[in-house]
């Protein structure tokens, strides 16, 4: 068990120092640790859209980016219902759950994962995801920890609205990961006529059929590489290349 002065200094290092730049400090891997996970990830929610923010290497980072870019998994349905989305063993959970995401993220060697709400009373802002390696529930202190975990973490983000409205309009040069995603809907809501909702809809399902990170297609829609043209309510997700149809 790790000592509880680790959580301690974890908490006491979640703000950032002035002119950073970002909303989160303190090690991402250090919280992992501390609560006795493989992974950690934070996410903040703003105008239907969805911002990485803090998190650790490799598996979680990857399984954030699935859950952005599918919208469903543990993250997604803590947002939508605020309260804990608790699964032990992915491997045992009914494929209709999340069934693109499920066989991801076993791939991705994730046996178990905890979604907990970013609660501002009614309000979510966002999601903390947790994820391990082996099967088992998160209980008991380490459970309590998590939730105090979460609390530090809102309590932080509030506190600097300047941020977060930097976040709601996607301004160029902002720190955040995912602002090229924001403008790239966008463009794509007015190239194709749609809601920016289904724009960002049929950015994500782009991504997927073509297996390419969200991030990388939103670049490209930024960059006028790749558009979403007007199809006059043909099949979502139609988009051109260089001004030559693609598939």
Do not use: K
């Not at 250090?30 to 703003?46: F, M, Q």
């Not at 993250?75 to 063993?89: F, H, K, N, Y």
């Not at 791939?107 to 309000?123: F, M, S």
């Amino acid at each position: 068990m790790v000592p509880e002065g680790d959580l301690a200094s974890v908490l006491a290092d979640l703000r950032p120092a002035s002119g950073s730049g970002g909303l989160l400090a303190a090690d991402a891997t250090r919280c992992a640790r501390a609560l006795g996970v493989d992974g950690v990830a934070v996410s903040v929610t703003g105008g239907g859209l969805n911002e990485l923010l803090w998190c650790t290497p490799g598996a979680s980072a990857e399984l954030e980016d699935l859950q952005f870019t599918l919208g469903e998994g543990p993250g997604p349905e803590a947002a939508a219902s605020g309260t804990a989305v608790m699964v032990p063993d992915l491997a045992r959970e009914p494929a209709d759950r999340w069934p693109v995401l499920l066989p991801e993220a076993l791939a991705l060697g994730i046996r178990a994962v905890i979604g907990l709400p970013l609660l501002v009373g009614r309000v979510c802002l966002g999601t903390m995801t947790m994820q391990r390696a082996g099967p088992g529930p998160l209980e008991g202190a380490a459970l309590t920890d998590a939730r105090i975990v979460t609390r530090a973490v809102t309590a932080t983000l509030v506190r600097d609205s300047g941020r977060w409205d930097a976040f709601a309009t996607a301004e160029d040069g902002s720190h955040f990961y995912r602002a090229a995603v924001h403008q790239a809907a966008g463009m794509i809501s007015v190239q194709a006529g749609v809601s920016v909702a289904e724009a960002l809809i049929r950015l994500r399902a782009h991504a997927f059929r073509h297996g390419r990170p969200l991030i990388e297609v939103a670049d490209d829609v930024v960059a006028r590489r790749v558009q979403f043209p007007h199809d006059d309510g043909d099949e979502p997700g139609g988009f051109a290349v260089g001004g030559t149809e693609g598939p």
